[in-house]
């Protein structure tokens, strides 16, 4: 388990250049608020980034939205860290809720109700569209199979495709 650390703290260590933070949310997440010059490495695929290992003198403190996804992550975090490594009380909810540094942006939809929507349309038209064309209920099929692909591997051809539209760019 990790050991926590106040963002107080936090912004101490990072002011004096004695430890690193690294953000565990996804992209969207960190589109919309992030704290300034922490590493981004999102949950889902921090295990295949190359992460640089903590040291003595430069130690890791993660931090995701509130606490929860470190801490239910801490084994994983502390092995991959690799050293000395602490977990930020609260996340950077806390972190913005003391009026400490943060960078903002305009924040489109997260890209996970953006697939709701496309996927949910689209088994929409296929079952409409079927009334009057029978064989367009084979686009509701397809986008369901699509989801249950996406559920068991990890890949979803959509939340990529929607990732690299205009409004999903920074």
């Known amino acids: 388990m990790l050991p926590n650390i106040s963002p107080a703290e936090t912004l101490k260590m990072l002011q004096d250049n004695k430890a690193r933070l690294v953000d565990v949310r996804e992209a969207d997440e960190l589109a919309a608020l992030r704290v300034p010059g922490a590493e ?16 003595a003198e430069l130690p890791i ?5 509130s606490g929860n996804r470190t801490t239910k992550n801490s084994d994983l975090l502390q092995k991959l860290a690799a050293g000395p490594a602490w977990q930020m009380e609260g996340g950077v909810s806390a ?20 697939i709701q929507i496309g996927a949910g349309g689209l088994v929409l038209a296929g079952v409409l569209g079927s009334l009057a064309w029978p064989s367009m ?24 495709l929607l990732s690299a539209m205009p409004w999903n760019k920074k």
């Open 95 to 114: 972190w913005a809720k003391q009026g400490l540094p943060v960078e903002t942006s305009k924040q489109t939809l997260p890209i996970f109700r953006q």
């Open 61 to 65: 403190i993660f931090t995701c939205n």
């Open 137 to 160: 209920l084979w686009l509701s099929a397809f986008v369901g199979a699509g989801l249950v692909f996406a559920g068991v591997t990890g890949f979803c051809g959509l939340g990529i």
């Open 40 to 55: 981004a490495a999102p949950l889902s695929v921090i295990s295949w980034m190359d992460l640089r290992p903590a040291t």
